[in-house]
């Protein structure tokens, strides 16, 4: 019930195209949803977070769009380029006095010139 | 650059060994939390410390431990080292105890041979 299934495991994008990265957790507690970016030999950076009374939230070419009742969310990168080419972790957390992130298992973006 | 900073980048020893990792917060921030990053686990809540005090642990080994200093630097302990303890280590700092946005540090990769 912990866990966080994020898909898929890879994608291949051209420039310019919609990158669409899905999970799904099953805690109801559940009630922050960050999104991180990690390039190779670096640590995860936060992208944009979102909490479940909003559907969606955007920041520039990233947009998340929740849904509460499915229990999922997912990351869409508009206008997608070749510099977004890396590995993307959805993260979910609850508000229990601390907020120790579940992390999905990533997705590997490549973004084709 | 988070700031978030972590030392060392690289640590390589043997099995059996003992090893600590260190963690320097952003200014301001109270909380540090440790996680583990492996191929197979994917990327792993160990524990929390927040203004000195533990304040909740994950998956973390008996073999491992940590503290939080009065100047609220964090050393993550690693004993009795197995070649599966092999691992990205990533400290993120938070402001509060319920640290929604936590920003993490670039890493301490453990190679234990």
Redesign the interface.
């Known amino acids: 019930q912990q866990q966080v299934k994020q898909s898929p495991q890879s994608l291949i994008v051209q420039k310019g195209g919609i990158s669409i990265i899905n999970c799904a957790y099953e805690n109801t507690a559940f009630d922050y949803f960050p999104w991180y970016q990690q390039f190779p030999g670096k640590g995860p950076a936060l992208l944009i977070a979102i909490r479940p009374d909003v559907s969606e939230k955007k920041e520039g070419r990233f947009t998340i769009s929740f849904n509460k009742s499915a229990k999922q969310f997912s990351l869409h990168i508009m206008d997608s380029q070749p510099g977004d080419s890396a590995t993307y972790f959805c993260a979910a957390s609850e508000a229990s006095g601390t907020y120790k992130y579940i992390f999905g298992t990533g997705t590997r973006l490549k973004v084709l010139a | 650059d988070?700031g978030?900073t972590q030392t060392p980048k690289h640590l390589i020893t043997a099995t059996g060994q003992r090893v600590t990792l260190r963690c320097s917060p952003r200014s301001g921030d109270l909380s540090v939390?440790w996680?583990q990053q492996s191929l197979d686990q994917?990327?792993?809540?160990l524990i929390?410390y927040?203004n000195g005090e533990e304040?909740?642990k994950?998956n973390i080994l008996e073999r491992f431990s940590a503290q939080q200093f009065p100047d609220l630097h964090s050393e993550l302990n690693l004993s009795s080292l197995e070649l599966g303890d092999s691992a990205l280590y990533?400290c993120?700092s938070?402001v509060g105890?319920?640290?929604?946005?936590?920003?993490?540090?670039?890493?301490t990769r453990l190679t234990v041979t």
């Open positions: 988070s978030v939390y996680y994917g990327l792993q809540f929390q927040y304040r909740a994950g990533f993120a938070s105890a319920g640290g929604t946005e936590q920003y993490f540090g670039p890493g």
